[in-house]
């Protein structure tokens, strides 16, 4: 599976951006994607997921604002980013599992090549 993520830049806080993740591999519909975030000298954390079938999960810190979704007859994974926050900027990974649904990051082995957020306030 090779990924392949888009749609970073700068915005205001309280504005919106999408990011997309596309990928190749025809099994890719069937496998969890999920979205990661590294902010400069943190941890990279998981920011949401969604399995095969359309279950999803998100990081506290994101609930409510951000949404994940996918479109398999493109195979390609989107990220919708409202309400945003100088706190959410960072470099943002899409990844891939071999497992049908996943929130664990080392349980991920494909990824991106990430797409700078960045939010200013």
């Known amino acids: 599976v090779q990924l392949q993520a888009s749609g970073g830049g700068l915005v205001q806080a309280g504005d919106s951006l999408r990011l997309s993740c596309a990928a190749s591999?025809?099994?890719?519909?069937?496998?969890?994607t999920g979205w990661f975030r590294q902010a400069p000298g943190k941890e990279r954390e998981i920011v949401a997921a969604?399995?095969?079938?359309?279950?999803?999960y998100y990081g506290d810190s994101v609930k409510g604002r951000f949404t994940i979704s996918r479109d398999n007859a493109k195979n390609t994974v989107y990220l919708q980013m409202n309400s945003l926050k100088p706190e959410d900027t960072a470099v943002y990974y899409c990844?891939?599992?071999?497992?049908?649904?996943?929130?664990?990051?080392?349980?991920?082995?494909?990824w991106g090549q990430g797409t700078l957020v960045t939010v200013s306030s």
């Open positions: 990844a891939a599992s071999s497992r049908v649904y996943s929130t664990s990051r080392d349980e991920y082995g494909y």
């Open positions: 591999g025809r099994l890719f519909s069937l496998s969890a």
């Open positions: 969604i399995s095969g079938g359309g279950n999803r």
